[in-house]
């Protein structure tokens, strides 16, 4: 066979070699392919991103809502500049729901605390501190609550003004012959807040003196204002007379004042009995009462009650005696009883009226009133509640409250957790039975003044039910009335159980601090700053200044004379001297009475 059969044989058929240059565009048309699958996918994407933010930016709700939750929260001021004193408004929009506290330059005194709603927004004012320099300052809402750093959520500037001051006289106080006779007890020192209206020398203070002012020697003081309370003396003067329904002015030492700030004028009777001026219970000025009774004016002031009026008193330089106008006699009312410091709610929804129901014990009619008895008191009874016990200091060892400032041996007490007033209108009420506390060394069965610490066991104005421990088993009326109706019930079942009684002193249970508003404790707010301010107007319907007393309305220092109980009813703090200060404030009112 030839050699080249063999060959083919033995060997396969193989097709020649593919071109170089038609393997390259076989590749790169799969490149081309894969390419336009990339960039149309991504063209969808692309086009599914902005449907979703053109839709998310046409519902206003939505990112509303989205900017509270992340708690940017945005504060605008009206005005924002002015003198120290100047009254502001700072309005809040995009804050999420909770708990706030507004602060100037980073401090929360004076500053309001509040409850931001569904709305995101609020609206609150406050007064430029009076020791505020000139220049820019803050105004700022932190969150409320127990993180470290605070965190603050927005802030905005304020600009203080330096205020005018002129080389001349100095401008201070009210000279307007207010209408309403204001008594003031001897020994007891009280002071107006007033903002100078021209800054200059002031070289004398004058006060004008109702026609049944009793006081027949006073003394006159200027205060230094520190945060809104009387702090140093700056000035005084003294009488050994006074003239009854005329101007009355004492010199003092020349005392440059500035236009713009905040001063206190304060006045004590020495000797006669009841220092009566005028006030304007319609003008809420600042007005403190010093916690010691005194017979001259300290250095320091020592706060206590508050009592915000306007009182016919200036600082000037008139001459040192009895100066006009005099003015038409007023018509003297059947009592004058300072009103409790106005209360701000907290901004959420305002409180609704319950309906109204009968009370369930039968109405008693105002009692007729009567002169003031005369003659210390043999056995004072203290009727209360929790707070009474606050303030009467049964838990304190050795006993720093109100016993420790009046004669322990003629006061006694009777106190019930959760004695609200309409309980102890009941003369079944299990607080009238057995021994009182402490009891008086005479009289004690049958005492001759008895103090009715006066609490509710609601929200007073809110629904009755609508706030966690609300007691409703005397009916679901919570005004205003129903309130002064249990008062002129508990006054006619004390009548009947101590005939002896010559006396009843009603006294509202301690509310808030100075310049209203609300404290929160834990995110809740307290009880007794509702209802303190509205239980003293109840009062204010049935005292009539003789047999039947008003107290002042008392107040903390500061929301930590509050603490957290878990109730949020208004117990004072075991973790200062709470109980101590404020009972023996109270201790001092009884002291000038006894």
Known sequence: MPAGGSARRGSSYRLPPEPTALRARRADGRLEAFAVSIATALSIFAIAIV??????ASDPSKSAAEARSSGSGRLTLSPTSGQAGTAAIVAGTNFAQGSVQLAWDGGDGGMPALTIGSSGSFQA??????????????VSAHAVGTATPVRTIATVSFTVTPATQSGGAGSLGD?????????????????????????GAVTSLSIYLDASNQATSFSLGLYSDAGGVPDALLAQGSRPSAQNGAWNTVTINATTITSGAAYWIARLGTSGGDLVTRVNLSVANADRVDVRPLSSLATTFSVGAS???VTSMYAGNAAASVVGPTPTPAATPTQTLKPAPTFVPTPTTAPTTAPTTAPTTAPTPAPTPTAPPTGAFTCTEVNGFSQTGNIWSLQLSPNTGFESVVDGTRYQARIVDGGAIWKWADPTFSGWSGNATSPCDANSLVPDRVVVDVTESFWIGDPCGSHTFDD???GSDTSVARVAQDVRNVVATIRSKYP??????????VGGPPGGGQCLIAGHPIRAIQNSPLIAQAISQVA???????????????????????????????????????????????????
């Open 51 to 56: 449907v979703l933010l053109v839709v998310n």
């Open 125 to 138: 004012s406050f007064v430029v501190p009076a020791g505020a320099a000139a220049g820019s300052h803050s």
């Open 175 to 199: 000279q307007i012959v207010e209408a309403t006779p204001d008594p003031s007890s001897q020994g007891m020192v009280e002071a107006t807040q007033y903002v100078a209206t021209a800054g």
């Open 307 to 309: 009592y915000p009026h």
């Open 472 to 474: 409703c088993s005397a």
């Open 500 to 509: 002896s009684v010559r006396q009843i002193v009603l006294m509202p249970l």
């Open 544 to 594: 009539n200044g003789g047999d039947i007393l008003a107290t002042p309305q008392w107040g903390v220092r500061d929301c930590n004379d509050f603490y957290d109980d878990g109730q949020y009813v208004g117990h004072l703090s075991p973790y200062n001297d709470a109980k101590s200060r404020i009972g023996q404030m109270i201790g001092w009112w009884f002291a000038a009475r006894p």
